[in-house]
Protein backbone atom coordinates (compact mmCIF):
# COMPACT_ATOMS: atom_id res chain seq x y z
CA UNK A 1 0.00 0.00 0.00
CA UNK A 2 1.12 3.24 -0.77
CA UNK A 3 1.38 5.99 1.87
CA UNK A 4 2.49 8.96 3.59
CA UNK A 5 3.88 7.32 6.37
CA UNK A 6 5.44 3.24 6.56
CA UNK A 7 5.91 2.17 10.14
CA UNK A 8 8.59 -0.53 9.84
CA UNK A 9 8.12 -3.42 12.49
CA UNK A 10 11.42 -4.56 14.53
CA UNK A 11 11.05 -7.95 16.09
CA UNK A 12 12.76 -8.53 19.57
CA UNK A 13 13.06 -12.09 20.82
CA UNK A 14 13.94 -12.14 24.68
CA UNK A 15 13.45 -15.55 24.83
CA UNK A 16 15.33 -19.00 24.28
CA UNK A 17 15.18 -20.31 20.28
CA UNK A 18 17.74 -23.09 19.82
CA UNK A 19 15.63 -26.01 19.68
CA UNK A 20 13.66 -27.01 16.94
CA UNK A 21 9.70 -25.69 16.32
CA UNK A 22 7.32 -28.06 18.23
CA UNK A 23 10.32 -30.67 18.94
CA UNK A 24 8.93 -34.30 19.66
CA UNK A 25 8.86 -34.98 23.39
CA UNK A 26 9.91 -38.33 24.65
CA UNK A 27 8.21 -39.80 28.03
CA UNK A 28 9.81 -43.30 29.27
CA UNK A 29 8.47 -44.86 31.82
CA UNK A 30 11.62 -47.42 32.74
CA UNK A 31 12.33 -49.43 35.84
CA UNK A 32 14.31 -48.73 39.02
CA UNK A 33 17.61 -50.66 38.07
CA UNK A 34 17.29 -50.45 34.34
CA UNK A 35 20.46 -48.67 33.77
CA UNK A 36 22.86 -51.26 35.46
CA UNK A 37 24.34 -52.29 38.88
CA UNK A 38 23.90 -55.33 40.62
CA UNK A 39 20.40 -57.13 42.26
CA UNK A 40 19.37 -55.83 45.06
CA UNK A 41 20.63 -52.29 44.85
CA UNK A 42 17.98 -50.21 44.38
CA UNK A 43 19.23 -47.59 42.53
CA UNK A 44 20.04 -49.80 39.46
CA UNK A 45 19.77 -53.38 40.50
CA UNK A 46 18.14 -55.67 38.08
CA UNK A 47 17.14 -58.87 38.35
CA UNK A 48 16.35 -61.64 36.10
CA UNK A 49 13.51 -59.51 34.33
CA UNK A 50 15.43 -56.67 33.65
CA UNK A 51 13.43 -55.01 36.29
CA UNK A 52 12.49 -54.17 39.85
CA UNK A 53 11.33 -57.19 41.90
CA UNK A 54 8.50 -56.54 44.11
CA UNK A 55 8.46 -59.83 46.93
CA UNK A 56 6.33 -59.18 49.28
CA UNK A 57 1.97 -58.80 49.03
CA UNK A 58 1.55 -55.09 49.50
CA UNK A 59 5.28 -53.88 48.73
CA UNK A 60 5.70 -51.02 46.48
CA UNK A 61 7.19 -50.94 42.79
CA UNK A 62 8.84 -47.48 42.42
CA UNK A 63 8.97 -46.58 38.93
CA UNK A 64 10.73 -43.23 37.77
CA UNK A 65 8.88 -41.96 34.42
CA UNK A 66 11.70 -39.64 33.00
CA UNK A 67 11.36 -36.86 30.32
CA UNK A 68 13.42 -36.15 27.64
CA UNK A 69 13.13 -32.98 26.11
CA UNK A 70 14.11 -30.36 23.72
CA UNK A 71 14.16 -26.43 24.45
CA UNK A 72 11.09 -25.27 23.25
CA UNK A 73 11.85 -22.57 19.86
CA UNK A 74 10.31 -19.46 20.10
CA UNK A 75 8.83 -19.06 16.11
CA UNK A 76 6.37 -15.55 15.72
CA UNK A 77 5.68 -13.49 13.18
CA UNK A 78 5.09 -9.79 13.53
CA UNK A 79 4.26 -7.45 10.80
CA UNK A 80 6.18 -6.17 7.83
CA UNK A 81 5.10 -2.71 8.31
CA UNK A 82 2.25 -0.66 9.81
CA UNK A 83 1.11 1.58 6.59
CA UNK A 84 -0.43 4.76 6.68
CA UNK A 85 -1.76 6.93 3.97
CA UNK A 86 -2.92 9.94 4.30
CA UNK A 87 -5.19 11.98 1.49
CA UNK A 88 -4.71 15.45 0.36
CA UNK A 89 -7.94 16.56 2.20
CA UNK A 90 -6.03 15.14 5.83
CA UNK A 91 -8.06 11.32 5.59
CA UNK A 92 -5.85 8.77 7.24
CA UNK A 93 -6.24 5.43 6.18
CA UNK A 94 -4.51 2.45 8.02
CA UNK A 95 -4.43 -1.60 7.74
CA UNK A 96 -7.70 -3.28 8.84
CA UNK A 97 -6.07 -6.77 9.07
CA UNK A 98 -2.59 -6.94 10.87
CA UNK A 99 -1.35 -9.04 13.72
CA UNK A 100 0.91 -11.49 15.83
CA UNK A 101 1.60 -14.69 15.11
CA UNK A 102 2.60 -17.40 17.26
CA UNK A 103 3.91 -20.91 15.74
CA UNK A 104 5.94 -21.83 18.44
CA UNK A 105 4.49 -25.04 20.74
CA UNK A 106 3.86 -22.41 23.61
CA UNK A 107 2.24 -18.92 24.48
CA UNK A 108 4.27 -16.03 24.82
CA UNK A 109 3.52 -12.67 25.01
CA UNK A 110 4.17 -9.44 24.21
CA UNK A 111 6.58 -7.57 27.05
CA UNK A 112 6.19 -4.11 26.24
CA UNK A 113 6.06 -1.86 22.60
CA UNK A 114 7.76 1.01 22.08
CA UNK A 115 8.12 3.59 18.94
CA UNK A 116 11.11 5.66 17.37
CA UNK A 117 10.74 8.16 14.56
CA UNK A 118 13.14 7.60 11.73
CA UNK A 119 14.26 9.70 9.24
CA UNK A 120 13.62 13.30 10.80
CA UNK A 121 10.42 12.30 12.04
CA UNK A 122 9.66 12.57 15.63
CA UNK A 123 6.33 11.75 17.64
CA UNK A 124 3.85 14.41 19.06
CA UNK A 125 1.15 13.42 21.62
CA UNK A 126 -1.75 11.96 20.00
CA UNK A 127 -4.07 15.03 21.32
CA UNK A 128 -2.05 17.43 18.93
CA UNK A 129 -4.25 19.59 16.57
CA UNK A 130 -2.24 19.01 13.61
CA UNK A 131 -4.74 21.28 11.22
CA UNK A 132 -2.40 23.76 13.08
CA UNK A 133 0.81 22.22 13.03
CA UNK A 134 3.36 23.83 10.11
CA UNK A 135 2.88 22.72 6.76
CA UNK A 136 5.85 19.97 5.64
CA UNK A 137 6.45 19.31 9.92
CA UNK A 138 7.65 15.66 10.33
CA UNK A 139 5.74 15.07 13.21
CA UNK A 140 3.23 12.20 13.59
CA UNK A 141 0.98 10.59 16.33
CA UNK A 142 0.01 6.76 17.00
CA UNK A 143 -2.08 5.02 18.66
CA UNK A 144 -1.93 0.84 19.35
CA UNK A 145 -5.31 -0.57 20.39
CA UNK A 146 -7.15 2.81 21.07
CA UNK A 147 -4.17 3.21 23.07
CA UNK A 148 -1.73 6.61 22.38
CA UNK A 149 1.97 6.21 22.37
CA UNK A 150 3.50 8.62 24.17
CA UNK A 151 5.94 11.50 22.58
CA UNK A 152 8.71 9.29 24.07
CA UNK A 153 7.48 6.40 21.77
CA UNK A 154 5.80 4.30 25.22
CA UNK A 155 2.35 2.72 25.14
CA UNK A 156 0.30 0.14 26.73
CA UNK A 157 -0.70 -1.69 23.55
CA UNK A 158 -3.00 -4.28 24.88
CA UNK A 159 -1.85 -6.99 22.98
CA UNK A 160 -1.21 -9.44 25.77
CA UNK A 161 -0.90 -12.98 25.78
CA UNK A 162 -0.81 -14.94 22.43
CA UNK A 163 -1.09 -18.84 23.03
CA UNK A 164 1.27 -21.53 21.14
CA UNK A 165 -0.24 -21.78 17.42
CA UNK A 166 -2.74 -19.19 17.24
CA UNK A 167 -2.71 -15.51 16.67
CA UNK A 168 -3.97 -11.76 18.35
CA UNK A 169 -4.73 -9.14 15.77
CA UNK A 170 -4.44 -5.37 17.01
CA UNK A 171 -5.67 -1.92 15.42
CA UNK A 172 -3.83 1.08 15.45
CA UNK A 173 -3.95 4.73 13.94
CA UNK A 174 -2.04 7.79 13.38
CA UNK A 175 -2.15 11.71 12.61
CA UNK A 176 0.57 13.00 10.45
CA UNK A 177 1.30 17.21 9.66
CA UNK A 178 0.01 18.34 6.48
CA UNK A 179 2.78 17.96 3.57
CA UNK A 180 3.71 20.08 0.72
CA UNK A 181 5.88 17.28 -1.05
CA UNK A 182 4.17 13.88 -1.82
CA UNK A 183 5.81 10.92 -0.39
CA UNK A 184 5.48 7.38 -1.06
CA UNK A 185 6.22 4.65 1.59
CA UNK A 186 8.50 6.55 3.44
CA UNK A 187 9.84 5.16 6.75
CA UNK A 188 8.70 7.73 9.59
CA UNK A 189 9.24 5.20 12.71
CA UNK A 190 10.55 1.70 13.76
CA UNK A 191 7.32 -0.22 15.84
CA UNK A 192 9.43 -2.48 18.66
CA UNK A 193 7.63 -5.51 19.58
CA UNK A 194 9.37 -7.53 22.79
CA UNK A 195 8.13 -10.77 22.70
CA UNK A 196 9.07 -13.08 26.00
CA UNK A 197 7.58 -16.82 27.05
CA UNK A 198 4.66 -16.34 28.87
CA UNK A 199 6.19 -18.17 31.22
CA UNK A 200 5.60 -19.63 34.92
CA UNK A 201 6.36 -17.49 37.90
Same mark, same amino acid.
Request: glycine share 14%.
Given at each position: ???????????? &?? @?????? *?? =??????? +? $?? !??? /????????????????????????????????????????????????????????????? &?? @?????? *?? =??????? +? $?? !??? /??????????????????????????????????????????????????????????????????????????????????
Amino acid at each position: MNSDGDVNVTFE &NN @GPSEAA *FK =PAMSLRA +T $LL !GEE /GGGSGDPDGGQTGGGGQTVSESGSNGIVPVKLTQAATRMDVTVPMSLPVTMDAAGNITVSN &NV @GIYNDS *FG =PVEIVST +T $LT !GAN /GWSLVTYGTDFAKLHVGAKQFAFSINGNAVSAAGAVNDGIGVIYGGASKGFTYDAKVAAQNIAVDELKIADAVFVVGWYAAA
